[in-house]
């Protein structure tokens, strides 16, 4: 029981370039979300999946596409990277929505040069 | 509406002496109420929880809050502090039954534990 993964854990990328943070569970939730953490910001949400085929905004969507084809998987996909995209993402999924005991996976770094 | 207040960023204490981190709240709903730690370079991990029942929490790691509805607080404590517990600590706030963009991270406290 692996949880929640993500890869790659550190990325750098110039501005204008397109990627996608993978984020994998293997504890059959249904939710899942992804954040993004800046310093003396806390945990801002992005985009969150109540269940397969279901996505919704989060606070701070812009830039940033996500979908939800299978439950195990909720990649997040940044559009056209620019330096405010800089920051650490995590992922995390829980058995329901709302719920709030989160587990979260190890993150991911991105520089957006 | 819901926020969430911690009310200090940076905490320091001695190995050995209390600590206490600040947490207020204000929730439209009945909100469920945790606390989570990150240690460098790490993921989230929950410490602990608050859903409507007994109102003193206990954590992992010897952690515990109050739930305080009166002073909408949920400070987190801790008897005697450990080099170990060096880390940022998050309070958040969840709207029972909702979405997830009720779902309230503070901005973090950052706990430093000197020998």
């Known amino acids: 029981n692996a949880g929640v993964t993500q890869t790659p854990k550190f990325q750098v990328l110039k501005t204008g370039q397109s990627m996608t943070l993978q984020c994998a569970q293997d504890m059959n939730h249904e939710y899942m979300s992804w954040y993004r953490q800046d310093p003396g910001m806390g945990l801002r949400l992005i985009h969150y999946?109540?269940?397969?085929?279901?996505?919704d905004q989060g606070e701070v969507p812009n830039g940033y596409n996500v979908s939800r084809s299978t439950t195990e998987d909720f990649p997040l996909r940044l559009l056209s990277a620019a330096p405010s995209q800089t920051s650490v993402y995590f992922c995390?999924?829980?058995?329901?929505?709302?719920?709030?005991?989160?587990?979260f996976g190890p993150g991911t770094r991105l520089t957006v040069l | 509406a819901q926020s969430v207040t911690q009310l200090d960023s940076h905490v320091s204490v001695s190995e050995g002496t209390p600590v206490l981190l600040r947490c207020n709240y204000s929730s439209s709903y009945s909100p469920s109420l945790f606390w989570y730690v990150q240690h460098p370079n790490k993921g989230l991990q929950l410490l602990l929880k608050?859903?409507?029942?007994?109102?003193l929490v206990k954590g992992i790691n010897g952690f515990e809050a109050e739930f305080k509805k009166s002073e909408t607080s949920f400070h987190l404590t801790k008897p005697s502090a450990h080099m170990s517990d060096a880390a940022e600590y998050f309070c958040?706030?969840?709207?029972?039954?909702?979405?997830?963009?009720?779902?309230?991270f503070g901005s973090g406290t950052r706990l430093s534990i000197r020998p």
């Open positions: 608050y859903t409507s029942a007994a109102t």
């Open positions: 995390a999924s829980s058995k329901l929505a709302g719920e709030g005991t989160q587990y």
């Open positions: 999946s109540v269940g397969a085929g279901i996505t």
């Open positions: 958040v706030v969840s709207a029972s039954y909702s979405s997830a963009s009720k779902i309230i």
